[in-house]
């Protein structure tokens, strides 16, 4: 999945003659803290709220300073890189320009939720495993190979990491319900099992609560 998949052009980009009043209305409008500025296509910034609210809301945000430095993808980039963009500067839009550094829309944050909230990976009911191992000790081919010798899929993986730390933990979805076989071979190769979540188990309880909740407000 690349930027350009995830386009959106419903949100329309700010003119530098565009008012801090103006941009204040679009950003309540769409719900977003961040709008790119354009002037003939080209690409010149992205204004965040908090650089609005510091100026006279009625100048024109061509005479603001950005407190952003230019956060940008290409129309052919990763959504990893928006994701990435997003996650350093807490942005709520991220522009996307083609290779002569047109502009041509944009990703917000929600869509980019609801895509990863869409992918089967999540969809699916599983079982989530987090697992915890030295840096050095990481193989996701081994963890892989394990959990194919029980039978089971890995639908997708993560890592969490910290640089003051040589541990890492690997959290992983797989496609089955039942793991304890899983779990009792990833300790049998020296994998620290932190947690487990059922998601099953996890969709029981909640409707477990609330038949008892209707229950109780039926009485």
């Given amino acids: 999945m690349i930027a350009e998949n995830l386009l959106s052009t419903a949100i329309v980009p700010l003119r530098t003659s565009d008012t801090g009043e103006d941009a ?46 230019r956060p ?54 599983g079982t989530i495993i987090v697992l915890e191992m ?16 029980e039978g089971i899929l890995i639908l997708s993986s993560f890592i969490t990491s910290d640089q003051h730390s040589t541990r890492i933990q690997v959290t992983l979805k797989v496609d089955a319900a039942f793991v304890q076989g899983l779990i009792a071979s990833f300790e ?8 487990s979540f059922n998601e099953s188990d996890y969709l029981d309880t909640l409707q477990e609560r609330y038949d008892s909740l209707m229950s109780y407000l039926n009485v």
Avoid: C
């Fill in 72 to 125: 940008v993808v290409r129309h052919n980039d990763h959504i990893y890189e928006v994701l990435r963009l997003m996650a350093q500067y807490e942005l709520s839009v991220v522009p996307v320009v083609d290779f002569e550094d047109v502009y041509i829309g944009l990703i917000t944050q929600e869509d980019l939720l609801q895509y990863f909230a869409s992918m089967g990976s999540f969809t699916e009911q």
């Fill in 134 to 149: 030295g840096r050095h000790d990481y193989s996701m081919a081994e963890i892989a190979r394990i959990a194919e010798s």
């Fill in 24 to 69: 204040l209305g679009m950003m309540s409008d769409f719900y977003i803290r961040h709008l790119p500025i354009v002037n003939n296509k080209q690409l010149l910034g992205v204004i965040a709220e908090d650089d609005i609210l510091e100026y006279d809301v009625l100048d024109a945000v061509g005479s603001y300073s950005l407190s952003l430095p």
């Fill in 188 to 195: 049998r190769f020296n994998y620290e099992v932190k947690a």
